[in-house]
């Protein structure tokens, strides 16, 4: 079986919800579905997996959810998967710079590594990469583009501990 996929509508665009038959394996914002170079597939909107996403994927944007309970399905390198599976670690609320990433994952030399397999995060918001932030706590690179990474961080700031907008 191939991937499927579903379309969504979200406060930082139409989102495309990608799976395979072992999980989620992408969540792309539609004005670059190609950097992720994972095939759609075919359109399912009756997908179990892809309408638990929605609906999870719902409930954080309307502040009734911080953490996801998704079975994912991670598509790149073990260096990749490693730093993705790092930013799930991550708290709702709370930021981290790609040193601690670097640091967290025993590399404290591959920070620009980790920024450039941030940037490839396939499943972003759920893998929340829009917590990594640069070593001066300002917003930097984003896949999605630095203004859905401030849409994110802001949905999230009532429980921020520290401001990255000052």
């Known amino acids: 079986m191939g991937n499927i996929f579903k379309q ?8 495309t919800l990608i799976a395979s038959e072992k999980g989620l ?29 929605e609906k999870q994927l719902n409930e954080y944007f309307s502040k009734k959810r911080k953490t996801f309970t998704l ?3 991670f598509v790149g390198s073990d260096f990749q998967i490693q730093v993705w599976e790092a930013m799930l670690t991550i708290p709702f609320g709370e930021t981290r710079t790609y040193g601690d990433i670097a640091r967290q994952i025993g590399n404290p030399d591959s920070v620009r590594a980790v920024g450039g397999a941030a940037n490839k995060n396939p499943i972003p918001i759920i893998a929340p990469c829009h917590r990594v932030v640069g070593a001066n706590g300002k917003l930097v690179g984003f896949g999605g583009g630095l203004e859905n990474k401030a849409i994110l961080l802001a ?12």
Do not use: C
């Open 8 to 15: 969504m509508a979200s406060p930082t665009g139409t989102l």
């Open 25 to 53: 394996r992408a969540v792309l914002w539609n004005h670059n579905p190609e950097k992720s170079g994972i095939d759609r597939g075919v359109e399912d909107l009756a997908h179990p997996l892809l309408l638990e996403t």
């Open 71 to 73: 079975h994912l399905d």
């Open 155 to 166: 949905l999230e700031a009532p429980y921020r501990q520290t401001s990255i907008f000052d």
